[in-house]
């Protein structure tokens, strides 16, 4: 976790702490049905290399789906799919240690309870945090953002959101004043409070740093819409992180709290600096080797399902092809092709060119509005993650046509393909299906972020959100 999300490590902690104690309470209620309280303590030390790989499993799970970071959108559905998740890897790191370690095996009975437990208590728990304690006061992170104008009113809202948990408390705005007398000067516009506006203190440059002390903040947002307003604050800013405040500049409040890199933020300087974290050759091979064995453990009920589906197809037009072919822009420029369910009628695209569909589409055939929604019109694009033209996450390849207008539209549009392609990716559980070049430059953002934060945890993490739309057709996440 980067230093300017510092103030989250406490809370990481804390969650992780509380899960370990969830676990715990699981096993003592597991040994204690099945084994009994007597030989309890016995039978604790005896298989408590197994425990401790249970605990690290779960911890770790969680950790990497993200379940103890900020939560921008309140959904319960998130909230079990991370449990099912720590599940089943606990089960599998069972299997594997038990076949490694023959003096780690746990009891069916005790694990099987004792999860159980765990479960229940786990999800009590998560559910009476966020639904309850992290909307209190007492738990809120305290923040202050460094200037009034637009740019300040927009990341006012984003740390306003009524679904950020924990919750966070703006409990100033901070003006910088070269006119300002040396103490500063709290305003109180009327109404300002009543309109969920926090009052404005005016301050001399020279006194930035103290005016956030004396407001106690955790977080400082750094939201001025000129650079010159900060002129002699550079240094008092750098003095508040290590004090330990969360200075967050205008793009790490975009990341944080957006999940994306605003383009007008990036410029040829920033892109030098952070492709030098963007990927390694290691995490390059990890993403891969998941491709392969994630496809081939699929590969039984993807082709059952490609069959249905290539049946549903052939009816809805007797004499037209199931398949629908196209090229595609993948890594560094190269063109393949993909092949996918057809989804509309015949000849839709002819005298027309390639041009985006858009919502409610008359070409689309009445099977493949619903293709479309459950993504089943995707499945032949396995192939092409077998073969490494794609990987399952990544940024959607677009049509060579289309990249060549969009490139002239849209600054550094081709960086998106410096990673491979993907069949669902960051951009698409954040952002509707795109129609326009606008569409297509917030998609970008996106796909920026990503690059930018690529890990096997992250598309963990996308891939367990895609499933929200495979199996209940459910809307991307727009935040």
């Excluded at 490590?9 to 899960?19: I, K, S």
């Excluded at 003095?239 to 409040?253: A, D, H, I, K, M």
């Excluded at 092809?321 to 090229?327: N, R």
């Excluded at 990544?394 to 393909?417: T, W």
Aim: charged share 20%.
């Amino acid at each position: 976790m980067s230093s300017h999300r510092s103030y989250l490590h406490q809370q990481v902690f804390f969650l992780a702490t509380l899960d370990a104690f969830c676990l715990l309470g699981g096993v003592v209620v597991g040994i204690d049905i099945r084994i009994g309280a007597q030989t309890m303590w016995a039978y604790f030390l005896e298989t408590l290399p197994g425990w401790a790989y249970i605990v690290l499993a779960v911890l770790a799970s969680n950790y990497v789906t993200g379940a103890y970071g900020l939560e921008l959108k309140s959904s319960r559905f998130n909230m079990m799919v991370n449990w099912a998740f720590s599940i089943t890897v606990a089960f599998l790191v069972v299997s594997i240690t038990s076949y490694a370690w023959f003096s780690a095996v746990l009891g069916r009975g005790v694990l099987l309870l004792a999860l159980a437990v765990y479960s229940v208590l786990w999800l009590l728990i998560r559910l009476l945090i966020y639904h309850y304690f992290f909307k209190q006061d007492v738990l809120a992170y305290r923040v202050a953002i460094l200037g009034v104008g637009a740019r300040a009113q927009t990341d006012l809202g984003l740390v306003q959101n009524v679904n950020l948990r924990p919750r966070h408390k703006v409990v100033a705005m901070i003006q910088v004043d070269q006119a300002q007398a040396a103490s500063p000067t709290r305003v109180s516009a009327p109404g300002r409070e009543e309109a969920g506006s926090p009052s404005v203190i005016h301050c001399a440059p020279s006194h930035v740093a103290a005016t956030v002390r004396s407001l106690a903040c955790d977080v400082l947002l750094v939201a001025v819409d000129r650079d010159e307003e900060l002129a002699g604050v550079y240094a008092q800013l750098r003095r508040l992180r290590f004090e330990g405040v969360s200075v967050l500049s205008p793009l790490n409040v975009s990341e944080v709290y957006g999940g994306k890199v605003p383009l007008n933020l990036v410029d040829e300087h920033w892109l030098m600096n952070a492709s030098q974290g963007f990927i390694s050759p290691m995490t390059l091979r990890f993403k891969r080797m998941m491709d392969v064995g994630l496809v081939l453990m699929v590969s039984p009920l993807a082709l059952v399902l490609a069959l249905v589906v290539a049946l549903v197809v052939k009816l809805t037009e007797i004499r037209a092809p199931v398949f629908y072919s196209q090229e595609r822009m993948g890594r560094f420029g190269r063109v393949f092709r993909i092949h996918k369910f057809r989804t509309m009628k015949e000849g839709a695209e002819a005298g027309q060119g390639a041009v985006w569909s858009i919502e409610n589409d008359p070409r689309v055939t009445w099977a493949g509005r619903s293709l479309r929604k459950y993504r089943l019109d995707e499945i032949p694009q396995l192939w092409n993650v077998f073969k490494g033209e794609m990987s399952l996450v990544g940024p959607r390849p677009e049509r060579p046509e289309l990249v060549e207008k969009l490139e002239k539209l849209i600054p550094y549009y081709r960086e998106r393909e410096n990673i491979p392609p993907g069949l669902t990716g960051w951009a698409q559980i954040r952002y509707p299906y795109g129609a326009t070049t606008e569409d297509s430059r917030v998609k970008l953002e996106f796909d920026l972020y990503y690059l930018q934060n690529l890990s096997i945890a992250l598309d963990i993490r996308i891939i367990l959100r895609t499933l929200r739309i495979v199996l209940f057709g459910m809307e991307r996440e727009i935040r």
